[in-house]
Antibody, heavy 122, light 107 residues
Framework: QVQLQESGPGLVRPSETLSLTCSVS??????????WGWIRQPPGKGLEWIGH???????DYNPSLGGRVTISVDTSKNQFSLKLTSVTATDTAVYFC??????????????WGQGALVTVSS | DIQMTQSPSSLSASVGDRVTITCRAS??????VNWYQQKPGKAPRLLMY???SLHTGVPARFSGSGSGTDFTLTISTLQPEDFATYYC?????????FGQGTRLDIK
């Protein structure tokens, strides 16, 4: 059973970089899933797809985030990470990491972390 | 971006009711719509993928239909544990986009 767990600072100052890591257990990141991604949810609001990584190096990001996003994989640690630069208060949200175990379309997120609240404030 | 619009935004129903939630895409997404259930303070849970396929372990009272731009999620007989917020998501184009959510609560 693949399990995901987010970790990282819960408070980030405006203009700084938000960094989160997702640790994958119960399977190897390179074989347990095809897509590994990040989704966020501002308090009381809906879900927003941030981006994903596949083939351990190919990435797609949400253009609405203005090129501030980087997702990367560390296969030696069985982890993948999110970096979001130049954060503002509007980046305050619960950040979920998620995985897709399907290797062919349709793609979906069937494994989810519990979520990590990140607050942007000085 | 493909916009996903759910209706209704909120819904009150009783245990035992049949409930249908609709999701409309701003352009065709073929069959590439997923449905998720989210309870307060929890991560979303995959219910349906590819519009009509029931994810492993999801009760058979959940079903999905549709293709192109119009999709539905139906719960045939509401159970107490089904009161939650439901989201559709398209996986046809980047960026992946979610509907705004449908909150289902107890009447």
């Amino acid at each position: 059973q693949v399990q995901l767990q987010e970790s990282g600072p819960g408070l980030v100052r405006p203009s700084e970089t938000l960094s989160l890591t997702c640790s994958v257990s119960g399977g190897f990141l390179t074989s347990a899933g095809y897509y590994w991604g990040w989704i966020r949810q501002p308090p009381g609001k809906g879900l927003e797809w941030i981006g994903h990584i596949y083939y351990s190096e190919s990435t797609d990001y949400n253009p609405s985030l203005g090129g501030r996003v980087t997702i990367s994989v560390d296969t030696s640690k069985n982890q993948f990470s999110l970096k979001l630069t130049s954060v503002t208060a509007t980046d305050t949200a619960v950040y979920f990491c998620a995985g897709c175990s399907s290797w062919t379309p349709p793609y979906y997120f069937d494994h989810w972390g519990q979520g990590a609240l990140v607050t942007v404030s000085s | 971006d493909i916009q996903m619009t759910q209706s209704p935004s909120s819904l009150s129903a009783s245990v035992g009711d049949r409930v249908t939630i609709t999701c409309r895409a701003s352009q065709s997404v073929d069959k590439y719509v997923n449905w998720y259930q989210q309870k307060p303070g929890k991560a979303p849970r995959l219910l349906m993928y590819g519009a009509v396929s029931l994810h492993t372990g999801v009760p058979a009272r959940f079903s999905g239909s549709g293709s192109g731009t119009d999709f539905t999620l139906t719960i045939s007989t509401l159970q107490p544990e089904d009161f939650a917020t439901y989201y559709c998501q398209q996986s046809y184009r980047i960026p992946r986009t979610f509907g705004q959510g449908t909150r289902l609560d107890i009447k």
